[in-house]
């Protein structure tokens, strides 16, 4: 897309389908003469106009709004003429091939088209443009993308803090205070004759430390947001009739997965998204893990262990009404063994209206006890889940993030902590103390497109839905 950047475009803005409005967007510079040709007189800048929308011969395709955004003043910062009709499919095809024509029509009292190259936009183009055009930078582009993926309320806030520009007020307050240290460092490179030692005076040590701490607190808000932007994919795991079917629809909140006493009914994975305090979680219920000789049950299984390997966290279940059986509890030991060390798991015991008092006693110290059945602890499972993947944040105070962001932030931490190691060396090292801190310069340039690819903008935009 780069390299037609200059290429006027068209594209139906609205999603596919019926609806009561429809738009139709053209972005380009010097739309005039197209605006003349399509709707037959020119247009006053920002104020809405109802008239016919009409074909080749005449004929009106429909009745609706047209509107003007003169450049720079518009959202890609080119001149933007959008056409607000009825939503019908048809009716918005029949305007986007107008356009098209319209631009190739010769203007008057010459033989040259009106807009020669006036082509369908590609998939994230006006954004890419508003970007290319430094109306937005690429964090406040991506947030508008998220915003319409938003799947979540808290989700909603947080990219409309992204798109207004507070996560990118962040990144650039780290990069002026990094542009401000580095500029120290390049003077006591430049002047080494000189007496005067820049950095000690300036306590260069000091503001690296305040600069790493507060990259900290980045990090820390922008994984909140990641977790809000991504959702949480958790799986319920364990031996057959533990209550992983009942656990879900409980925290769903409707019956979407059959439940009986027969061991092994769940055969397959069952999936529904939910949300606790506006975090999206993507709920896993998964066939009971045990030796099984049915084929269809164990290709359940094994289906269960590939989702527990991608999860972000495992609500192990076990049942209470079996747990003073040893058999029972050395099958339990097994399947944890073969869990991933480092993936979070809660324990929860289940059944915990029907248990013997005695058996509440081996409930351990880091595990719930819940009834699916009667909603029993299902509170403080909701809270657990939150803090083993690590939301601490009120959504309040958060802003969208991604995980190309949480890279890039890593990077930064890593260069900045290989500066301070420079920095304790002093004149030995200050070459490669300078040298890190313009890599992280970089990373933080990386988040908001200041030396971005263009392969990479390339895959961001890509990802947008046409007409936006």
Known sequence: MLTRQ????????????????????VSGQGLGPLVETLLGRGLRPREASYLPFKDATGQAIDHGLALFFPGPHSFTGEDVLELQAHGGPVVLQMLLAR??????????????????????????????????NDKLDLAQAEAIADLIDASTEAAVKSANRSLAGEFSREIHTLRDALIHLRMLVEATLDFPEEEIDFLQKADAAGQLERLHVQLGHVRQRA?????????????????????????????????????????????????????IEGVPLHVVD????????????????????????????????????????????????????????????????????ACAPSALALVVTDGLAISAKTGLGLD???????????????PEGVYMARERHLRALAAVDTHLTLATEWLGHRAEHLDLLAEELRLAQAALGDITGEFSADDLLGEIFSRFCIGK
């Open 380 to 394: 403080a499972l909701r809270q657990r889940l939150l803090q083993a993947v690590g939301w601490q944040a009120a």
């Open 6 to 25: 200059h290429d006027p475009i068209v594209a139906i803005a609205t999603a596919p389908g019926r609806g009561a409005v429809g738009i139709v967007r």
């Open 99 to 132: 356009c098209l024509e319209a631009a190739a029509q010769p203007a008057a009292g010459g033989m040259a088209p009106v807009l020669p190259r006036l082509r369908v936009a590609a998939p994230g183009e006006f954004s890419q443009r508003a970007f290319l």
């Open 223 to 275: 994984r909140q947001g990641a977790l809000l932007r991504e959702g949480i994919r958790v799986v319920i795991a364990g031996q057959p009739n533990a209550g992983k079917s009942s656990l879900l629809n409980a925290l769903a909140g409707a019956e979407l997965a059959i439940v009986t006493p027969i061991a092994g009914t769940t055969r397959d994975k069952v999936e529904q998204a939910i949300q």
């Open 286 to 353: 998964t066939a009971g893990l045990r030796h099984s000789t049915d084929e269809v049950e164990r290709i359940g299984i094994e289906r269960a262990w590939g989702e527990i390997h991608a999860a972000d966290a495992v609500l192990f279940l076990h049942d209470l009404t079996r747990a003073e059986s040893p058999e029972y509890i050395a099958e339990d030991a097994g399947i944890a063994s073969a869990m991933a060390e480092n993936l979070p798991k809660i324990h929860v015991w289940n059944k915990c209206e």
